[in-house]
């Protein structure tokens, strides 16, 4: 099992590499770079600067801010300047933050359009690899220009960047099974029962769509849950608090409901959509309770920990994100865990 890492998004440019430095000696497969207060492709490059053998991806870029040409070219550099250690995550966010947050249109169909990026960047990498005219043109995107001098091939040494999407819905799965490299899955959506009756089976789908078959040779699901742990039990408790203001925050989100409605628990979402309408920030951990915490989120001391995700995990997908504990000093204990969950 692949274990990765992800960061605090709200860390400094040295601080990053500082944490990146740390993920790579603690054993880590990769680390996770996503896209909140930093432009994810260029914090990328800052990690992979800095490390030697850590896989660096985007979890995730968002799409729809970007020409694919563009990402394209910086895809590819990182993993020329990585030496093939970079994989190229992306996605699509929410309206609201690509209209009011970035300026950007953001139109329907967002899958769809999705699909279509995607197989815009891969033309482009095509073209890369050849040094000949990209020919793609699709319902949202045409890449059919390439002079050679703003080509950077042919190159034929330079690894193609793997392309992963991350997404919740069924419809986002299925796409991730028809056309990409691997899927991650999100926080607030990667317990083991939606893993089971909503993620591998849109996965499935999507590539029997796609005529493919998902191995592990050519495919990679990464269950990027949540995970409360700490070196002892009030240590741990102290996580569980922190880590249900962050999941009361984000099951306000209607597009991360899925999991709850699930369980059930699908009033939940309006009733902390209320409390953020209403400015009561402090108010969303109680409407998040216990029953619902202990069911979506894996809890255990450092000892307990590796039994308790190889027992919920090992089985359903290829990798898993693992965040690493805001102490250094833990480090040693913490350690043993990367390695007991790599060798599952």
Sequence with gaps: MKVYAGMDPRLGLHEIVAHARRVEALGYDGLHVAETVHDALGVALLVAEHTTRLTVRTSVALAFTRSPTLTAYAAWDLSKFSQGRFQLGLGTQIRQNIEDRYGMPFGGDPLGRLRDYIGAVRAAFTSFRTG??????????????????????????????PVYIGGVQRMACALGGEVADGFVTHPTNSNPLYLESVCRPGLAEGAARGRRALTDATFELVIGTQVITGSSPEAVRDERERQRRLLAFLYSTPAYRPTLELYGWGALGPQLRALIRDDRWEDLAAVLPDDVLDALVPCATFAALPDLLISRYAHLGQGIVVTPPGDPADDGEFGEVIAALRAA
């Excluded at 793609?136 to 002079?147: G, P």
């Excluded at 080509?151 to 330079?158: L, Y």
């Design 132 to 161: 000949e005219r990209p020919d793609y043109e699709s319902a949202h995107y045409r890449v059919t220009r390439m002079q050679p001098y703003f080509n950077p091939g042919p190159d034929a040494t330079t690894a193609v960047p």
